[in-house]
């Protein structure tokens, strides 16, 4: 059975061996940055409270105004919806639900794991 925590963890050990790490704020379900908090504070993908992907990756030592947006799913067939309407099941989906809550005030790059 696919466990949505390894890949997870596939993409935390990715970013954390890269050579760059140090100069990236790498967080994990929330952040700290008072900007991301506000404009997530109702992007839940159920619909109700606060929205949280998998990952939110920026720049404080470059440019503040970009961000990583990174949403996991365990298993390919939840990669990517028809319609992408459904942000709560599909990767896609919900790291483009996040980007677009962010989108107003950030340079959003969303990426999409499945598998």
């Keep these: 059975m696919a466990n949505e925590r390894i890949t997870e963890d596939i ?13 990236i704020k790498f ?17 839940s993908k159920s619909g109700k409270g606060v929205g949280k992907p998998e990952f939110i990756i920026s720049f404080p030592s470059g440019n503040i105004d970009y961000l990583l947006v990174v949403e996991c799913k365990a298993n390919v067939a939840y990669h990517q919806s028809t319609n992408l309407d459904n942000s709560k099941d599909y990767a896609v989906d919900g790291v483009l639900h ?8 950030f340079d959003v790059i969303a990426i999409a794991v499945s598998g």
């Excluded at 967080?27 to 109702?42: M, T």
């Excluded at 996040?98 to 005030?105: D, I, M, T, V, W």
């Design 98 to 105: 996040y980007a677009k809550a962010l989108s107003s005030e």
């Design 27 to 43: 967080e994990e379900q929330k952040s700290y940055n008072k900007r991301v908090i506000e404009l997530l504070q109702n992007a």
């Design 11 to 23: 993409v935390r050990n990715h970013f954390k061996n890269d050579p760059l790490f140090k100069s």
